[in-house]
C-alpha cells in the first residue's frame, strides 16, 4: 500500500492509469497518504484526472499536500483542484503549511493554471507572508485567481508579479483583492504588466480605503492621463501608511504627472522608485 511522502515517478499512465489509482485510493479505508508529491511528473491533465483526483482530495481525511506543479494543467483542471483543496486545506504547489516565503520567479514558466493553484495556496496557507512570481506567464486568469485569494488571505506582505502578461483585468481583479479588508499586504509590483488605466483606475479605489499598502510598483504599466489622475486623487484622500509609488515609464501627460508630483511633494510619497533613505 502507498505510504505517506510517496514521490510517484510514473510517466505514462494516461487518463485511464491516474483515474484508477486515484479511484483505488478513495476506496482504500486504510489510506494513510498525508503528503504526496506529483510535481514535474510530465501528467497531461484533462478533465478527468482532475476529477478524480479532486474527489480522491475531498474524500482524504489525512491529506495535507499534493504537489501538482510542473505538469500540464489547463484552466479547468486547475479550478477543479483548487476548489477541492481550498475545502479541505490541502496545498497544491509545493508550498508548506509553515513556510513564510515561496520565490518561483525569474522565468520558471508559470502559466495562467498555476497561478489557480497558487492562489488556492494562498487561501489555505496561514503563514506565507512573501511570495515572488516576477517574470512568467500567469497573465489575466492566473491574477483574477490570485486577486480572489486577496480577499481572504491575512498573512501575505509582499507579492510580486512583475511582468507576467497581466493587463487590464487581472490589475482590476488584485485592486478588487485589496480593497478587502482583511487585506495585509505591505509591497505589490505589477511592474511592466499592461494594466492600463482600467487596472490603474481599480488599484487607486483600494489606495483609498486599504490601510496597510506601503510600496507600490506600477512602472511601465501602460498608465495614461485617466488612470495617472485617479492614482493622483486616490494617494490624497488615502492611507497616510504609503511611501512609494512608482510611476515611472508610463503614458501620462504633463498635466497629471504635475498633479502626481504635487501630491507626493505634500504627502512624501515617492513617485520614481527612489527610497526616502537611499
Known amino acids: 500500500a502507498l505510504g505517506m511522502n510517496n514521490h510517484v515517478l510514473l510517466h505514462a499512465l494516461g487518463t485511464e492509469g491516474w483515474c484508477a489509482i486515484f479511484n483505488a485510493l478513495c476506496d482504500n479505508e486504510a489510506n494513510q497518504i498525508e503528503s504526496w508529491d506529483l510535481s514535474e511528473q510530465g501528467i497531461v491533465w484533462d478533465p478527468q484526472i482532475s476529477k478524480a483526483l479532486a474527489e480522491y482530495v475531498s474524500g482524504c481525511a489525512v491529506l495535507t499536500a499534493c504537489n501538482v506543479r510542473g505538469n500540464?494543467?489547463?484552466?479547468e483542471s486547475a479550478h477543479t483542484l483548487a476548489k477541492a483543496a481550498t475545502e479541505k486545506g490541502v496545498m497544491l504547489?509545493?508550498?508548506?503549511?509553515?513556510?513564510?516565503?515561496?520565490?518561483?520567479?525569474?522565468?520558471?514558466?508559470?502559466?495562467?493554471?498555476?497561478?489557480?493553484l497558487i492562489a488556492s495556496d494562498l487561501r489555505v496557507s496561514a503563514v506565507l507572508k512573501s511570495l515572488e512570481l516576477r517574470s512568467n506567464s500567469i497573465t489575466d486568469e492566473g491574477a483574477i485567481a490570485i486577486?480572489?485569494?486577496?480577499?481572504?488571505n491575512s498573512t501575505l506582505e509582499e507579492l510580486d508579479l512583475g511582468n507576467n502578461g497581466i493587463g487590464p483585468a487581472?490589475?482590476?481583479?488584485?485592486?478588487?483583492?485589496?480593497?478587502?479588508?482583511?487585506?495585509?499586504?505591505?509591497?505589490?509590483?505589477?511592474?511592466?504588466?499592461?494594466?492600463?488605466?482600467?487596472?490603474?483606475?481599480?488599484?487607486?479605489?483600494?489606495?483609498?480605503?486599504?490601510?496597510?499598502?506601503?510600496?507600490?510598483?506600477?512602472?511601465?504599466?501602460?498608465?495614461?492621463?485617466?488612470?495617472?489622475?485617479?492614482?493622483?486623487?486616490?494617494?490624497?484622500?488615502?492611507?497616510?501608511?504609503?511611501t512609494g509609488c512608482c510611476l515611472l515609464k508610463n503614458n501620462l501627460d504633463v498635466e497629471s504627472a504635475k498633479m502626481l508630483a504635487k501630491i507626493g511633494t505634500e504627502k512624501q510619497i515617492m513617485l520614481s522608485g527612489m527610497k526616502r533613505d537611499q
Open 147 to 152: 486577486g480572489e485569494s486577496l480577499k481572504t
Open 93 to 116: 504547489f509545493g508550498i508548506k503549511h509553515d513556510q513564510t516565503e515561496a520565490n518561483f520567479g525569474c522565468a520558471r514558466c508559470l502559466e495562467p493554471a498555476d497561478g489557480i
Open 170 to 242: 487581472g490589475g482590476q481583479a488584485i485592486g478588487v483583492g485589496l480593497q478587502a479588508g482583511i487585506a495585509v499586504l505591505k509591497k505589490l509590483s505589477l511592474e511592466d504588466c499592461k494594466i492600463h488605466d482600467d487596472g490603474a483606475v481599480a488599484i487607486s479605489e483600494s489606495l483609498k480605503v486599504n490601510k496597510s499598502l506601503e510600496d507600490l510598483n506600477l512602472n511601465n504599466c501602460g498608465i495614461g492621463a485617466r488612470g495617472g489622475k485617479a492614482i493622483g486623487e486616490a494617494l490624497q484622500l488615502g492611507t497616510a501608511v504609503l
Open 72 to 75: 500540464k494543467l489547463d484552466s
